[in-house]
């Protein structure tokens, strides 16, 4: 079971009182929620999966096959507080089974489907989950294979459900039953699922999220975006990813009565020609999709003018590609400056042109609290730049079962140390202007250098590595490992530690771009490697 505030820690009784009287926590569940939607609404369509064949699921029924599922997990012992690991791509079931799950309770891990035996394997048995829900084969994959491997490496899995063909493990299309009697329901105060963290340790943080604060975080991303029962968005990027499941994505639109549409895949091609037929209103896009969907719209043959608002945030925006959206795409952008921890900013939809293309917005809440501070903890100039700290009613103040880690993650007071430097405008939006964690932004996906680094550590040639960030003028960054061979080693090729690290089993992302070998690395005053003295070299590529 799950004890709120030991294995997260929670907020302060004060603050929580403060955030109910303001109206932002209304003590809603999703389980409630969407029966709320269900009964309001019955047949409006909720859910559009479009591929292999198009499928829709209304509100009435997306409801009515969560209480079946929900009691098809009961019936196989899965209970409130009980993790599951989900690692879907978009597609329908993804939305079943986490609202089956929320109805009894139970947390949903979100895995994303570019994980492999390292991170299922962690986050199966640092959850300790119960069950895992996997695609039978997705890009190519077969995911099926990899759960076998990781009930070997989880004692606690009982069970692993496949959508689609089963092989050796339990169709999901078999779990479904009559609903039971009332589940034994959680409470708007308590955990709602586990999202996974950037990270830049070794192992990714898991991020506690109540239902209180989550939809706290929708239902003011909707206000913020013009969510509302009319919208049909669009969800391009993996449906696991936070950006496009709150921001305002698909949780925000199920919220608000509209539609969520799942792309199968985030490219123009498979993109234009949904935003056409299902005459999508809205999107989110990673930096890297904007610049292709931005040079693709301008030869495309399809009819986007549904659409109406583009949001572009997961890394950052480059000023100059900022200014080409509106003009090729016909719609607004928005910015979007978030992080799975909480705090998400927004440019606004009466900001100024100038302010959308060169600020990352400005917070959601008038209660995000935010201290822009220099290396000692102390607040900047107004204007200047400086590290992002922040607290309020949708940010966490702790990793799940992290008590070390929360030490230097938090303040003493519960700011969350973001780790991004920023300046702030004098209309109080934000500007991204660096980094001070140790992470890679690769077009959206982060890269914890540590994690690589202790993959390329393990290879018998090698004596030492470091892991650091090259600019890319697509992606935003890439990954390079310079890499110190043991003396005496057999000489290595850049190809054989890429392949290395992939037969450890991760996702393919974390796999350096690139790779160099050298005599050693430069040290900073106190003998440690100097990462910045790295990435300037690196940035020499
Ligand atoms: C620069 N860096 C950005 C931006 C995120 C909405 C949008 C994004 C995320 C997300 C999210 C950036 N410019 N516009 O969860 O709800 C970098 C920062 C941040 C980290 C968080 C959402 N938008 N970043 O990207 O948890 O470094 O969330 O701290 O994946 O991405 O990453 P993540």
Aim: hydrophobic residues 40%; aromatic residues 8%; charged residues 25%.
């Amino acid at each position: 079971t799950v004890t709120p505030g030991v294995d997260a820690p929670t907020w302060p009784e004060e603050f929580a009182a403060r955030y109910r009287a303001a109206g932002y926590w209304r003590g809603e569940t999703f389980g409630r929620m969407l029966r709320e939607r269900a009964t309001a609404h019955p047949d409006r369509v909720a859910l559009v999966d479009p591929a292999p064949e198009r499928r829709t699921w209304t509100y009435g029924e997306l409801d009515a096959r969560a209480d079946r599922l929900a009691a098809g997990f009961a019936a196989r012992g899965i209970a409130k507080g009980d993790r599951v690991v989900v690692q879907l791509p978009n597609v329908g079931e993804f939305v079943e089974v986490v609202f089956a799950l929320f109805r009894i309770g139970a947390l949903p891990v979100y895995a994303l489907p570019a994980h492999r035996e390292t991170e299922i394997g962690h986050f199966c048995s640092f959850t300790e989950a119960v069950a895992y829900v996997v695609p039978d084969v997705h890009a190519g994959f077969d995911h099926r294979r990899l759960a076998t491997r990781v009930k070997e490496l989880a004692p606690s899995l009982r069970d692993v459900f496949v959508v689609g063909e089963p092989g050796e493990h339990t169709p999901l299309s078999d779990v479904p039953c009559d609903p039971a009697g009332p589940f034994d329901e959680p409470e708007p105060h308590e955990l709602a699922f586990l999202q996974l963290s950037g990270g830049t340790t070794g192992v990714s943080k898991l991020i506690p999220r109540t239902h209180d604060d989550y939809l706290y975080s929708l239902w003011a991303s909707n206000e913020i975006c013009g969510v509302d029962a009319d919208t049909r968005f669009l969800v391009a990027l993996p449906a696991a990813h936070n950006f496009p499941m709150s921001s305002p994505g698909w949780l925000g639109v199920l919220y608000a009565g509209g539609t969520a549409v799942l792309a199968p895949k985030p490219d123009p091609a498979t993109a234009f020609p949904l935003i056409e037929r299902e005459r999508i209103t809205m999107t989110g896009l990673v930096p890297p999709l904007a610049l292709v969907w931005t040079e693709a719209a301008a030869r495309a043959k399809h009819d986007l003018s549904s659409l109406e608002l583009t949001l572009v945030g997961g890394a950052k925006y480059s000023e100059a590609a900022a200014r080409r959206l509106e003009p090729t795409l016909r719609c607004r952008l928005m910015q979007v400056f978030g992080m799975a921890e909480g705090l998400v900013n927004y440019t606004r939809l009466d900001d100024d042109v100038e302010t959308v293309v060169s600020t990352q917005g400005r917070p959601i809440s008038p209660d995000d609290e935010i201290r822009i501070v220099d290396d000692t903890g102390h607040e900047v100039p107004d204007g200047a730049p400086g590290q992002l700290l922040t607290r309020g009613p949708y940010t966490i103040r702790g990793y799940w079962r992290a008590p070390e880690h929360n030490r230097n993650a938090f303040t003493e007071d519960g700011f969350y140390r973001t780790g991004d430097l920023v300046r702030r405008t004098p209309s109080g939006h934000l500007v991204v202007v660096g980094r001070a964690k140790d992470q890679i932004n690769r077009g959206g996906e982060k890269i914890a250098p540590e994690e690589v680094e202790n993959i390329i550590l393990a290879h018998p040639a090698v004596h030492d590595v470091s892991v650091v960030a090259v600019p890319d003028a697509y992606l935003g960054e890439r990954s390079l490992a310079y890499v110190i061979l043991r003396e005496g080693a057999e000489p290595l090729k850049p190809v054989a530690v890429k392949r290395f690290v992939r037969e450890r089993g991760v996702a393919a992302y974390k796999v350096p771009d690139l790779v160099e070998f050298v005599a050693a690395f430069p040290q900073t005053g106190v003998g440690k490697v100097s990462k910045n003295q790295l990435r300037s070299t690196a940035e020499q590529h």
